[in-house]
């Protein structure tokens, strides 16, 4: 039955009533004026009550669709990633489907249990210790006394909060906090869990486990549907993708191809930093990034260019450019350097350009930016350097491992050799003999 | 696999409403636990206050209307009358006013999670059942102290007891639906409880009452809570008619605050 339709949206849409507060072309309003205008309000407002209306405020009232004409089907054990960027109707869609709120038209048939995620430790209580709390939101989420107390010590565990289990929340570090409330959450086995953004919080390392626990919940036949802003979480747990635009549907299919969608309409597939030259020094007027996918995207293992422009009013003896490649966290993963003494460079006066090729870059997916420094040895000076320009991503779009592509794993990735062979055989006592394996992996 | 099948449709009305309530009802009782367990945390005394409060009101309306007014009371000391009728009062004034803040103190769990809402303010009020059961433990042992016996009518007070339960609830589902549109209400229970206190029969008995109004009294659906309250522990005397006309009143309340709290349910997380 892996086939069945278990969610289908038929247009969908939601729309809010919205209050503007028109200013009257002038900056200042009397007090008299005021008064008169507050005094209009309220009796707007009783009329509003008396009709049994929402009270708006604002004097020009205007009807805002959050999400239109929306209509996908999920099937069994399908895990969707649903992307666009903030205000898109992400969230309005998952609140529709979770039933917290109504839909202003269309349909949606949901088969199965659900459970929805839209916040870490929903309804957590400050007061209350960590063993109540499990309870608490565990009930909130939607699980059985009976499940909580199988699963209880595995929450715990999960958490690492032992020793503090009877300490009350609000004496948690913020770190904790999030780690019970995500222990929790992570134990739901409803049929279909749908998850807000969830995992831009704890720690690195916790997340990484939050990922794993993910992707077990999602290979194990459960329906998925999943909202995120981090493009490798998506590539990484989803097959296929749905894209939102200002509340409308506009695309949907394979997950790399609707990232890359979206990426596009994020920008080019060039960065440039660009500066006019003064003409009094030598200067980098130029630095432009090709990544290998539009959107600043580049896919590991493909090429990557980077094309330099230097004016030089005068010769630059013994000249030497470098930049290095930086981790959004400022920490410098490569330092990549030309001397004129290697590859000859600004010997005469005018405009050069230097083109870097990475045939294949190695970098672990992340967003990464560019330092650069243009300088000279003998006397050795700096003389310009531009930081903090072309930001990229690095994202691994097709080549899905098993425990791999973790974020913050690791941030380069070589290529290496594994040789694996049998040195004692204990043939047929039922332990499995391997076989002598090699190959060339990353 | 799970035969559950939602259908997600504008102003649909639930057909399985009341089954789906019914399937809430741990978290129902984990909403009440949670409720009860943090009421008298991080104060010095504790759940003292649950004893303070009631007690010190007691001795002042049975200073104010016992000694200084000289009102009757029935034959039973007058502080045991005044505490059986502060008992189902105390129960729901608490009972009204939390459950109708109750949605808007846990916008965080409305705008988040789906449940039937109707969850929140009835756990509200059964929370409100802890300071209730530690009156009645005052009730017992002040009973003991006038070697006041109960009688058999004793059994009959879980009835008025849900009775009560329902008073506070019919209103408050209706109040908790407006409040969630217009904060005005806020302001409002306070004083309506306030002013109840006094056209109740809390600190008098409803004998003081003129026979003749004594069924418009009890259009006050808690008149007909309390007198029969007194009637089950104290053996005061009770006007039937009375009786009858306040569960009259407390099922119309509940019947409208269901219907109210229902129209606008599903709008609560668009508004709050």
Same mark, same amino acid.
């Given at each position: 039955?892996?086939?069945?339709?278990?969610?289908?949206?038929?247009?969908?849409?939601? #729309?809010?009533?919205?209050?503007?507060?028109?200013?009257?072309?002038?900056?200042?309003?009397?007090?008299?004026?005021?008064?008169?205008?507050?005094?209009?309000?309220?009796?707007?407002?009783?009329?509003?009550?008396?009709?049994?209306?929402?009270?708006?405020?604002?004097?020009?009232?205007?009807?805002?669709?959050?999400?239109?004409?929306?209509?996908?089907?999920?099937?069994?054990?399908?895990?969707?990633?649903?992307?666009?960027?903030?205000?898109?109707?992400?969230?309005?869609?998952?609140?529709?489907?979770?039933?917290?709120?109504?839909?202003?038209?269309?349909?949606?048939?949901?088969?199965?249990?659900?459970?929805?995620?839209?916040?870490?430790?929903?309804?957590?209580?400050? =007061?209350?210790?960590?063993?109540?709390?499990?309870?608490?939101?565990?009930?909130?989420?939607?699980?059985?006394?009976?499940?909580?107390?199988?699963?209880?010590?595995?929450?715990? =565990?999960?958490?690492?909060?032992?020793?503090?289990?009877?300490?009350?929340?609000?004496?948690?570090?913020?770190?904790?906090?999030?780690?019970?409330?995500?222990?929790?959450?992570?134990?739901?086995?409803?049929?279909?869990?749908?998850?807000?953004?969830?995992?831009?919080?704890?720690?690195?390392?916790?997340?990484?486990?939050?990922?794993?626990?993910?992707?077990?919940?999602?290979?194990?036949?459960?329906?998925?549907?999943?909202?995120?802003?981090?493009?490798?979480?998506?590539?990484?747990?989803?097959?296929?993708?749905?894209?939102?635009?200002?509340?409308?549907?506009?695309?949907?299919?394979?997950?790399?191809?609707?990232?890359?969608?979206?990426?596009?309409?994020?920008?080019?597939?060039?960065?440039?930093?660009?500066?006019?030259? #003064?003409?009094?020094?030598?200067?980098?007027?130029?630095?432009?990034?090709?990544?290998?996918?539009?959107?600043?995207?580049?896919?590991?293992?493909?090429?990557?260019?980077?094309?330099?422009?230097?004016?030089?009013?005068?010769?630059?003896?013994?000249?030497?450019?470098?930049?290095?490649?930086?981790?959004?966290?400022?920490?410098?993963?490569?330092?990549?350097?030309?001397?004129?003494?290697?590859?000859?460079?600004?010997?005469?006066?005018?405009?050069?350009?230097?083109?870097?090729?990475?045939?294949?870059?190695?970098?672990?997916?992340?967003?990464?930016?560019?330092?650069?420094?243009?300088?000279?040895?003998?006397?050795?000076?700096?003389?310009?350097?531009?930081?903090?320009?072309?930001?990229?991503?690095?994202?691994?779009?097709?080549?899905?491992?098993?425990?791999?592509?973790?974020? =913050?794993?690791?941030?380069?990735?070589?290529?290496?050799?594994?040789?694996?062979?049998?040195?004692?055989?204990?043939?047929?006592?039922?332990?499995?003999?391997?076989?002598?394996?090699?190959?060339?992996?990353? | 696999?799970?035969?559950?099948?939602?259908?997600?449709?504008?102003?649909?009305?639930?057909?399985?409403?009341?089954?789906?309530?019914?399937?809430?009802?741990?978290?129902?009782?984990?909403?009440?636990?949670?409720? +009860?367990?943090?009421?008298?945390?991080?104060?010095?005394?504790?759940?003292?206050?649950?004893?303070?409060?009631?007690?010190?009101?007691?001795?002042?309306?049975?200073?104010?209307?016992?000694?200084?007014?000289?009102?009757?009371?029935?034959?039973?000391?007058?502080?045991?009358?005044?505490?059986?009728?502060?008992?189902?009062?105390?129960?729901?004034?608490?009972?009204?006013?939390?459950?109708?803040?109750?949605?808007?103190?846990?916008?965080?769990?409305?705008?988040?999670?789906?449940?039937?809402?109707?969850?929140?303010?009835?756990?509200?009020?059964?929370?409100?059942?802890?300071?209730?059961?530690?009156?009645?433990?005052?009730?017992?042992?002040?009973?003991?102290?006038?070697?006041?016996?109960?009688?058999?009518?004793?059994?009959?007070?879980?009835?008025?007891?849900?009775?009560?339960?329902?008073?506070?609830?019919?209103?408050?589902?209706?109040?908790?639906?407006?409040?969630?549109?217009?904060?005005?209400?806020?302001?409002?229970?306070?004083?309506?409880?306030?002013?109840?206190?006094?056209?109740?029969?809390?600190?008098?008995?409803?004998?003081?009452?003129?026979?003749?109004?004594?069924?418009?009294?009890?259009?006050?659906?808690?008149?007909?809570?309390?007198?029969?309250?007194?009637? +089950?522990?104290?053996?005061?005397?009770?006007?039937?008619?009375?009786?009858?006309?306040?569960?009259?009143?407390?099922?119309?309340?509940?019947?409208?605050?269901?219907?109210?709290?229902?129209?606008?349910?599903?709008?609560?997380?668009?508004?709050?």
């Amino acid at each position: 039955m892996r086939n069945e339709v278990v969610i289908r949206v038929e247009n969908l849409g939601k #729309s809010y009533l919205i209050g503007h507060e028109m200013a009257n072309g002038r900056s200042h309003e009397s007090l008299r004026e005021a008064v008169g205008r507050q005094a209009r309000n309220i009796v707007r407002a009783a009329l509003d009550v008396s009709r049994g209306r929402q009270i708006i405020h604002g004097n020009k009232i205007e009807e805002f669709w959050a999400l239109s004409d929306v209509s996908f089907e999920v099937t069994r054990g399908e895990v969707l990633g649903i992307i666009g960027r903030n205000g898109a109707g992400k969230s309005t869609l998952l609140k529709i489907l979770s039933r917290i709120t109504e839909p202003t038209r269309g349909r949606a048939t949901i088969k199965g249990r659900v459970a929805s995620l839209l916040e870490v430790g929903t309804g957590f209580h400050q =007061d209350l210790t960590g063993r109540e709390n499990i309870y608490l939101n565990g009930a909130i989420l939607g699980m059985s006394r009976a499940e909580i107390k199988s699963k209880f010590d595995e929450i715990v =565990d999960f958490a690492e909060i032992e020793k503090f289990l009877d300490t009350p929340v609000k004496r948690y570090s913020s770190g904790m906090y999030v780690r019970l409330a995500f222990a929790v959450a992570a134990h739901l086995e409803p049929e279909i869990l749908i998850i807000d953004e969830v995992l831009a919080v704890g720690d690195v390392v916790f997340q990484r486990k939050c990922l794993g626990k993910m992707k077990t919940t999602a290979n194990s036949g459960r329906t998925v549907l999943f909202v995120s802003h981090n493009m490798q979480t998506v590539a990484g747990l989803t097959e296929r993708a749905i894209l939102l635009q200002g509340g409308r549907m506009v695309a949907m299919g394979k997950s790399d191809e609707i990232i890359e969608q979206y990426l596009a309409e994020q920008g080019p597939t060039n960065t440039v930093y660009q500066q006019t030259a #003064s003409g009094t020094h030598p200067e980098i007027t130029r630095v432009e990034l090709h990544t290998s996918r539009s959107g600043q995207l580049q896919q590991f293992g493909k090429p990557m260019t980077i094309d330099v422009e230097i004016h030089a009013p005068e010769p630059v003896p013994n000249a030497a450019v470098s930049f290095q490649i930086m981790t959004s966290r400022h920490q410098p993963v490569l330092h990549v350097l030309n001397l004129d003494s290697e590859v000859p460079m600004l010997r005469s006066a005018g405009t050069h350009r230097l083109r870097c090729l990475f045939p294949r870059l190695r970098l672990y997916p992340g967003t990464y930016y560019l330092n650069f420094y243009l300088g000279a040895s003998e006397p050795r000076r700096v003389l310009e350097a531009p930081h903090q320009i072309c930001p990229f991503e690095v994202a691994v779009l097709d080549e899905v491992r098993e425990f791999y592509w973790y974020p =913050d794993n690791a941030l380069y990735v070589e290529d290496v050799q594994w040789t694996s062979q049998v040195i004692v055989a204990e043939g047929a006592s039922g332990k499995p003999v391997l076989q002598v394996h090699s190959g060339l992996q990353d | 696999m799970s035969a559950i099948e939602i259908i997600i449709e504008p102003g649909r009305a639930e057909k399985n409403y009341w089954r789906d309530l019914w399937r809430y009802r741990e978290l129902f009782q984990v909403l009440a636990w949670r409720d +009860c367990a943090v009421r008298y945390k991080q104060t010095v005394l504790g759940i003292a206050w649950a004893v303070i409060r009631p007690v010190l009101a007691m001795l002042i309306f049975t200073v104010i209307f016992g000694r200084i007014a000289k009102l009757p009371s029935g034959g039973v000391p007058y502080a045991l009358m005044v505490f059986a009728g502060l008992l189902p009062w105390t129960f729901f004034a608490t009972g009204l006013s939390d459950a109708s803040n109750s949605l808007i103190t846990n916008t965080g769990l409305v705008s988040k999670v789906y449940f039937p809402r109707m969850i929140m303010p009835t756990a509200t009020i059964a929370a409100a059942f802890i300071d209730f059961f530690i009156g009645l433990f005052i009730l017992a042992t002040m009973m003991a102290w006038y070697h006041i016996l109960p009688s058999w009518r004793i059994v009959l007070l879980p009835i008025f007891v849900l009775l009560a339960f329902l008073a506070a609830l019919g209103p408050s589902l209706w109040v908790t639906a407006v409040n969630v549109k217009y904060r005005d209400f806020r302001y409002v229970i306070p004083f309506l409880v306030q002013f109840g206190l006094y056209v109740s029969p809390v600190g008098f008995s409803s004998s003081v009452v003129p026979q003749k109004w004594r069924l418009l009294y009890s259009l006050n659906p808690l008149v007909g809570i309390i007198d029969a309250f007194r009637w +089950c522990v104290l053996r005061s005397s009770v006007y039937w008619p009375g009786v009858g006309m306040s569960v009259v009143v407390v099922v119309v309340l509940l019947w409208l605050g269901i219907r109210k709290f229902r129209q606008t349910e599903r709008t609560f997380a668009d508004l709050i």
